[in-house]
C-alpha cells in the first residue's frame, strides 16, 4: 500500500470528488452540499437521483457532454456540477454548452407547451476568470437572466453559480457559516489531519470518513494514487504554462490514451487543439 502523507482524499482530484460526492452511498453529501449552496433559491432539495453523466448530441457528429455530476430533485429539475482544475479560456461558454443538454432532454414530443423545469450549473473552480481577479474578496457568482436597465431576473430557471476556490481563504477561526464549512472542506480537506471540532457533526464526521485514505481498498488506493499524480503533475505543469506547454502537456496525456474529455479538464484547451495534436502524434 503506498504511504500517503495526506490522512485526506484530495478532493480536486477526479477520484476524489467522485468519491465523495458521486457514489450512491455517499449521496446525502452532495445533497446537503447543494442543499447549503441553494438554500435561498431552492428552499430545502429533499432527494437527488444520479443522472446519466455522457450525453450525446441530437445527431452522431454532434459535440458531446460529459458532465462530473448530474442529477435530479424530486420535483425534476437538473444540476450539473463540474469541477474545473486547469483555466480554460472558454469555460463559461462551455457551462452555457453544458446546460444545453438537461434543457433539450425535457422536450416532450406531440402537444407540448414548452413550460421547462430548472436547471442548475454549479462549477467549482480551482483558478479565477481574468476578469474577476480585482475583486479578491468576492468567490461566488451566481447568474441568471436578467434585464440591464432595471436588473430584475427576467428568466429565473436557468442559473450558473461558479465558486472561485483560490480566493476562499477563511481559517477555521473565521467560519461563520455552514456554507464557509462546506468550503472549507473542499479547500484544505487534504492538508487536514484530524476533524476540526467545529465540524463535529454527522454530515461532516461522514466525509471525513468517507475521504479517509486509510479505509480505502487496494484497488481504490491505486485509483486515488493514479489520479493523484496526474493532478500534481500536470497542475505543477500548467500553473506556469503557456499555451506550447500545454500542447505538450495535451500531447503526453494522449499517449497514454486518456480521453479528450479529461484532457480538456486539465489543460484548459480546446477540442479542436488536443484532435489537432492527437492528429499530428507519431
Known amino acids: 500500500m503506498t ?8 478532493p480536486f482530484t477526479d477520484f476524489g470528488f467522485r468519491r465523495l460526492f458521486g457514489e450512491e452511498p455517499n449521496k446525502e ?6 442543499n447549503v449552496l441553494l438554500e435561498k433559491e431552492e428552499g430545502v432539495v429533499k432527494e437527488i437521483n444520479y443522472l446519466k453523466s455522457e450525453q450525446l448530441g441530437a445527431k452522431d457528429l454532434d459535440q458531446k457532454a460529459i458532465f462530473d455530476l448530474y442529477c435530479e430533485n424530486e420535483k425534476g429539475e437538473k444540476f450539473i456540477v463540474e469541477l474545473q482544475k486547469a483555466k480554460q479560456n472558454f469555460f463559461k461558454d462551455r ?3 453544458y446546460s444545453t443538454f438537461p434543457i433539450r432532454e425535457q422536450a416532450k414530443k406531440a402537444d407540448w407547451n414548452f413550460e ?7 462549477a467549482i473552480l480551482d483558478f479565477v476568470f ?4 480585482e475583486e479578491a474578496e468576492k468567490y461566488r457568482y451566481d447568474v441568471k437572466l436578467s434585464d440591464i436597465e432595471s436588473k430584475k431576473i427576467f428568466y429565473d430557471k436557468l442559473t450558473f453559480i461558479y465558486l472561485e476556490m483560490p480566493k476562499f481563504n ?3 477561526d473565521e467560519l461563520e457559516t455552514r456554507f464557509d464549512k462546506w468550503l472549507y472542506v473542499l479547500r484544505n480537506l487534504n492538508r487536514l489531519d484530524r476533524i476540526p471540532d467545529r465540524f463535529r457533526e454527522r454530515i461532516f464526521e461522514k466525509l471525513f470518513e468517507t475521504g479517509e485514505i486509510a479505509k480505502f481498498t487496494p484497488e481504490q488506493i491505486q ?7 496526474y493532478y500534481r503533475d500536470l497542475k505543477n505543469s500548467l500553473d506556469t504554462a503557456n499555451e506550447d506547454g500545454r500542447k505538450e502537456v495535451a500531447k503526453n496525456i494522449l499517449l497514454e490514451n486518456e480521453p479528450v474529455e479529461k484532457i480538456i479538464r486539465y489543460t484548459g484547451l480546446t477540442q479542436e487543439k488536443i484532435e489537432a495534436i492527437r492528429r499530428n502524434l507519431p
Open 29 to 34: 453529501l452532495l445533497l446537503d452540499f447543494l
Open 130 to 133: 481574468d476578469d474577476n481577479k
Open 3 to 10: 504511504d500517503f502523507k495526506e490522512k485526506y482524499v484530495n
Open 223 to 229: 485509483s486515488y494514487e493514479d489520479s493523484l499524480k
Open 116 to 122: 421547462l423545469k430548472a436547471v442548475y450549473t454549479v
Open 95 to 97: 457551462t452555457l454548452y
Open 170 to 172: 477563511k481559517s477555521l
